[in-house]
């Protein structure tokens, strides 16, 4: 593609456009756990924050499914868009099929027409000009592929703090395995 590859920065003073929270990794666990005579009640807070990273996860990866479905079905629309927009200026009708329901088709003809009725979601449908309803759909486009980018940043962001998260919990374990050897 001919386009020039932005870098892609999450906002000012933040390390992700999530607001997820940076794991810590513990450099010296002696001085991390100096006082400390089990690791248990760190490890928990730990493997608390591992299970809201993986909410995290989850819940990220659900809304880059949605959007990887929206974005085919703009662009499709997008396309019909080009097509009215050609067969008004040539005067034409346009024989197509439509989707009634999984499988189920139905013919219709088209005449040509200056207007078109999108879907916003919650049961609403609005009319649109050609050229407004271009304009909407290359916006919220634009908007979904912005959106699938800082996705697919946050999640490499949050498996990074993650592996983090699990390393500095299994160093702590065996620092507390480590203890426990010195005391028998």
Same mark, same amino acid.
């Given at each position: 593609?001919?386009?020039?590859? &932005? #870098?892609?920065?999450?906002? #000012?003073?933040?390390?992700? +456009?999530?607001?997820?929270?940076?794991?810590? +990794?513990?450099?010296?666990? *002696?001085?991390?756990?100096?006082?400390? #005579?089990?690791?248990?009640?760190?490890?928990?807070?730990?493997?608390?924050?591992?299970?809201?990273?993986?909410?995290?996860?989850? %819940? =990220?990866? /659900?809304?880059? @499914?949605?959007?990887?479905?929206?974005?085919? *079905?703009?662009?499709? %629309?997008?396309? /019909?868009? @080009?097509?009215?927009? !050609?067969? $008004? %200026?040539?005067? !034409?009708?346009?024989?197509? $099929?439509?989707? =009634?329901?999984? $499988? &189920?088709?139905? @013919?219709?003809?088209?005449?040509?027409? *200056?207007?078109?009725?999108?879907?916003?979601?919650?049961?609403?449908?609005?009319?649109?000009?050609?050229?407004?309803?271009?304009?909407?759909?290359?916006?919220? =486009?634009? %908007?979904?592929?912005?959106?699938?980018?800082?996705?697919?940043?946050?999640? *490499?962001? =949050?498996?990074?703090? /993650?592996?983090?998260? !699990? &390393?500095? /919990?299994?160093?702590?374990?065996?620092?507390?395995?480590?203890?426990?050897? #010195?005391?028998?």
């Amino acid at each position: 593609m001919g386009e020039t590859e &932005v #870098e892609l920065t999450p906002p #000012e003073g933040k390390a992700s +456009f999530s607001g997820i929270p940076e794991a810590q +990794f513990i450099d010296d666990v *002696d001085s991390y756990m100096k006082g400390e #005579e089990k690791a248990e009640d760190k490890i928990k807070a730990l493997d608390e924050m591992h299970q809201k990273y993986k909410f995290m996860e989850n %819940s =990220l990866s /659900m809304r880059r @499914k949605r959007l990887r479905g929206q974005v085919p *079905d703009i662009k499709s %629309s997008l396309v /019909m868009i @080009k097509k009215l927009r !050609e067969r $008004q %200026s040539s005067g !034409e009708s346009l024989d197509t $099929q439509f989707l =009634l329901s999984d $499988q &189920v088709y139905a @013919k219709a003809r088209i005449p040509p027409t *200056d207007k078109v009725c999108l879907w916003l979601g919650a049961n609403v449908m609005l009319e649109y000009s050609l050229d407004d309803a271009e304009a909407l759909l290359s916006k919220n =486009l634009a %908007s979904a592929e912005q959106n699938l980018k800082q996705i697919a940043f946050d999640l *490499d962001y =949050l498996r990074d703090q /993650m592996t983090i998260t !699990e &390393v500095t /919990m299994a160093r702590l374990y065996n620092w507390d395995v480590k203890k426990r050897k #010195e005391k028998k």
